[in-house]
T-cell receptor
Framework: SQKIEQNSEALNIQEGKTATLTCNYT??????LQWYRQDPGRGPVFLLL?????KEKRKERLKVTFDTTLKQSLFHITASQPADSATYLC?????????FGKGTRLHILP | EAGVAQSPRYKIIEKRQSVAFWCNPI?????LYWYQQILGQGPKLLIQ????????DSQLPKDRFSAERLKGVDSTLKIQPAKLEDSAVYLC??????????????FGPGTRLLVL
């Protein structure tokens, strides 16, 4: 069955460093992969979408890569700030449904 | 632009009771989604509406869950009777056109349900 794994439940990064979050998937080849941010007590907020024929996408301090051979997406936040602390979810399409990973809680330490 | 509205924000009920959640999507958004998010998990799609028609309800436990979207705007999700494992956050989301998964979904704040 389709499986999405996000690298760790929690990640601590020093302020100013680059945070890198991993999303691995198995048993499927999605056409799209999305990243969302979720703060406590709030719904997810869409950040970036990357298509299978795109290697990389950028938006301000955010960068997403998509390696269909490794079945992996990496999500980078450069020059991280304490305000970037949140849970980050990856999501991909399967059979016209969107499937979410469990998320990674990112803590940016001042 | 006003966001997706949901009410109530919190609900505590006993098992076997019934509960209903309400969602008002962003004006003009044709597609509405209900998700269930259990603590520590990602959201799981329960049902998707396109206007007032159901597009996908394959993951909705139909023996106890029901949803409707009258007039293609507001929607309600009902659980009857509730079980302990229904404790979760119920998220409503909407998108402008819907269908293509590259369509950005806008989520509401969710309703946190605790079943005792």
């Amino acid at each position: 069955s389709q499986k999405i794994e996000q690298n760790s439940e929690a990640l601590n990064i020093q302020e100013g460093k680059t945070a890198t979050l991993t999303c691995n998937y198995t048993n499927y080849s999605p056409a799209y992969l999305q990243w969302y941010r979720q703060d406590p007590g709030r719904g997810p907020v869409f950040l970036l979408l990357i298509r299978e024929n795109e290697k990389e996408k950028r938006k301000e301090r955010l960068k997403v890569t998509f390696d269909t051979t490794l079945k992996q997406s990496l999500f980078h936040i450069t020059a991280s700030q304490p305000a970037d602390s949140a849970t980050y979810l990856c999501a991909l399409d399967r059979d016209d449904k969107i499937i979410f990973g469990k998320g990674t809680r990112l803590h940016i330490l001042p | 632009e006003a966001g997706v509205a949901q009410s109530p924000r919190y609900k505590i009920i006993e098992k076997r009771q019934s509960v209903a959640f309400w969602c008002n999507p962003i004006s003009g958004h044709a597609t509405l989604y209900w998700y269930q998010q259990i603590l520590g998990q990602g959201p799981k799609l329960l049902i998707q509406f396109q206007n007032n028609g159901v597009v996908d309800d394959s993951q909705l436990p139909k023996d106890r869950f029901s949803a409707e979207r009258l007039k293609g705007v507001d929607s309600t999700l009902k659980i009857q009777p509730a079980k302990l494992e229904d404790s979760a956050v119920y998220l409503c989301a909407s998108s402008y056109v819907g269908g293509p998964l590259w369509e950005t979904q806008y989520f509401g704040p969710g309703t946190r349900l605790l079943v005792l």
